[in-house]
């Protein structure tokens, strides 16, 4: 344990603990996206994995010992590659949420500035992430 001076709030503590609970609830939700198609797997798992990271570095360790992130994580960290599933589950989701905001605001500039994003999101999951076939 960290010694902490009397009156001094342990910030950097709370703040890791934190880093660790949102970790594992992230990483339920991940659990739950492989048994519910529109809930996205993949990137609450790479959320679940930074926020462990950040949080400590046993935790770390653990989650990338588990068959969860050696099935959907460790081809793309290691390798930049995921099967076509998990591309077009991750583009189709990540769409519906910048769709919400191109329909619902009147600025022209941010949608334009959307549909750059699209534009660039896609070209980064077809020519810079490998597509494998599992």
Do not use: C
């Amino acid at each position: 344990m960290i010694p902490v001076r009397k009156g001094v709030f342990p910030i950097k503590r709370i703040t890791k603990y934190l880093f660790i609970v949102l970790g594992f609830i992230v990483l339920g939700l991940g659990v739950v996206g492989i048994v519910l198609p529109v809930i996205p797997t993949t990137p609450l798992l790479l959320l679940a994995s930074f926020l462990f990271v950040k949080g400590s570095d046993r935790f770390d360790r653990w989650f990338k010992q588990t068959n969860l992130y050696k099935r959907h994580l460790e081809g793309f960290v290691k390798r930049r590659e995921m099967t076509l599933k998990q591309k077009v589950t991750l583009l189709l989701f990540a769409d519906a949420m910048i769709l919400i905001p191109f329909i619902t605001l009147d600025s022209l500039l941010i949608r334009i500035m959307l549909v750059l994003i699209v534009i660039y999101k896609y070209y980064y999951f077809i020519t810079k992430i490998k597509t494998i076939h599992k």
